[in-house]
């Protein structure tokens, strides 16, 4: 990187862009203001202003996620033992004794 040149109170002269060039430059600049809109940049770095707002909303998306874990956790479960008691229904030899004491073992109260 150049260093800054000290500045004398003349003006510099800016060499002339040509027709191309302005093309150029706009077609780049409509380009990344595209991908800014479709990122919604705008939209985030409000919310990072806003830092109540986010945790607000790290929380209520904080509070779904434990609530959908729960949910699948508890419907993972109970077709588990669903399909365990059919299996120890149809008193398969050994596995049926196995799983009847596992169920035991589920349905017992914790201390």
Known sequence: M??????DG????VPPISEEQVRAITREV?????IV???N?????????????????NFLAGLARGLG???GATLL??????VTERIIAT?????????????????KPAK
């Open 69 to 71: 874990t729960i949910l």
């Open 77 to 82: 479960v109970s077709i588990i033992v669903a």
């Open 41 to 57: 940049l705008g939209d985030y770095i409000g919310l990072l202003q806003r830092p109540a707002r986010l945790l607000w909303l």
């Open 10 to 13: 003349k003006e510099t002269p």
């Open 91 to 107: 008193h398969l030899p050994g596995v049926s004794q196995l799983l009847q004491d596992l169920l035991r073992l589920l349905q």
């Open 2 to 7: 150049l260093a800054p040149q000290p500045h």
């Open 37 to 39: 809109e479709r990122l």
């Open 30 to 34: 409509d380009r990344i203001a595209k």
